[in-house]
């Protein structure tokens, strides 16, 4: 399993500001996983980051509006840049410690934002 | 690419109802299929979770059956309790290494006593 700390919880934000979200995770993964869930909506995936190299970006996500950083195994921060009310969302962390795909994936509590 | 289609919510239950949330899939190769479970305030959990074809996962009296001639992996459980609303999402992911998850829609369940 896995335990997966996310901060912050939530943030109002003023738009065109920044704010980064970190994950850290209680044990080393290869991969971590960041999605976004906007209201009402399903868990889109952004990117995957692994260590050591650039994050791959999903379709329609970009990394200017989007930069993540991976420095070591058990953490991560995502970056939701000049904000505006459409990136108000929650923003979740996960990952899989078995690096397997037929296993469970785990979750952080996730970031809900409100951009203003 | 892979997707997976659910059935739209909300749906509302009296206690001790029937459950079906209808799930189907389209994938290359062979998915490992999952119903993870939101329940309110909290985060996403795995549900149960089935990883070749004919598997039944089955927890707190959930079951789903994975259907390779239907492409489908339906939710049920046959007796409904308040503590089971939430958010229910089906979910699939590549059985190889790349550990991607794909999720449905989601489907919202309310259960009034």
């Known amino acids: 399993s896995a335990v997966i700390s996310q901060k912050p919880s939530r943030d109002i934000c003023q738009r065109g500001t920044s704010l980064t979200i970190q994950c850290q995770v209680d044990?080393?993964?290869?991969?971590m996983f960041w999605y976004r869930q906007q209201p009402g909506q399903s868990l889109t995936l952004i990117a995957t980051a692994n260590q050591g190299s650039e994050a791959t970006y999903e379709s329609g996500f970009v990394i200017d509006k989007f930069p993540i950083s991976r420095p070591n195994l058990t953490f991560s921060t995502l970056t939701v840049s000049n904000m505006s009310p459409e990136d108000s969302s929650i923003y979740l962390c996960?990952?899989?410690?078995?690096?397997?795909?037929?296993?469970?994936?785990?979750f952080g509590q996730g970031t809900r934002l409100t951009v203003v | 690419g892979d997707s997976v289609t659910q059935m739209e919510g909300p749906v509302t239950l009296s206690e001790e109802a029937f459950l079906t949330i209808n799930c189907t899939y389209t994938a290359t190769g062979y998915p490992s299929l999952f119903w993870y479970v939101q329940y309110p305030g909290e985060g996403l959990q795995l549900l149960l979770k089935a990883t070749k074809a004919d598997d039944k996962g089955s927890n707190k009296g959930f079951e789903a059956t994975y259907r390779k001639e239907t492409t489908s992996f339906h939710l049920e459980k046959g007796s409904v309790q308040v503590s089971d609303s939430a958010v229910y999402f089906c979910a699939l992911s590549d059985s190889g290494g790349y550990q991607k998850v794909t999720f449905g829609t989601g489907t919202k369940l309310q259960v009034i006593p």
């Open positions: 996960s990952v899989n410690p078995t690096g397997q795909g037929n296993t469970e994936a785990f």
């Open positions: 044990s080393q993964v290869t991969m």
